[in-house]
């Protein structure tokens, strides 16, 4: 079984940073795997963040966070990073990561393309 795990969400004010991280374990090559990090705020729509391909080659951003967040990856550790900054109240939400088979440079934008997600890291940010 495969599993993803989120750490690293906290409370933290304006302008200040945080990382996320997401681990797979089980049976998993991680490496064949398009990977995403999403949120949802309280009465708001789950929404994309930031997406990066199997290769770490490809980041895609949600346009409010593009230039404050950044995306990566260490396949060799299963994992994925989200680093978190200049945060702003709007931020706040349960982060999410999410995985997908695939080999697409393209980005997966939408939770339905998605089979695989964690349990979710809350961020808060106080103004």
């Known amino acids: 079984q495969v599993q993803l795990v989120e750490s690293g969400g906290g409370l933290v004010q304006t302008g200040d940073s945080l990382t996320l991280s997401c681990v797979a374990s089980?049976?998993?090559?991680?490496?064949?795997?398009?990977v995403g990090w999403f949120r949802q705020a309280p009465g708001k729509e789950r929404e994309l963040v930031a997406g990066?391909?199997?290769?770490?080659?490809?980041?895609h951003y949600r346009a409010s966070v593009e230039g404050r967040f950044t995306i990566s990856r260490e396949n060799f550790k299963n994992t994925v990073y989200l680093q978190m900054n200049t945060m702003k109240p709007e931020d706040t939400a349960v982060y999410y990561c999410?995985?997908?088979?695939?080999?697409?440079?393209?980005?997966?934008?939408?939770?339905?393309?998605?089979?695989?997600w964690g349990q979710g890291t809350r961020v808060t940010v106080s103004s």
């Open positions: 999410a995985a997908q088979e695939s080999f697409t440079p393209d980005p997966l934008t939408t939770q339905y393309q998605y089979s695989i």
């Open positions: 089980g049976n998993i090559i991680f490496s064949r795997y398009y």
């Open positions: 990066i391909t199997w290769d770490g080659h490809n980041a």
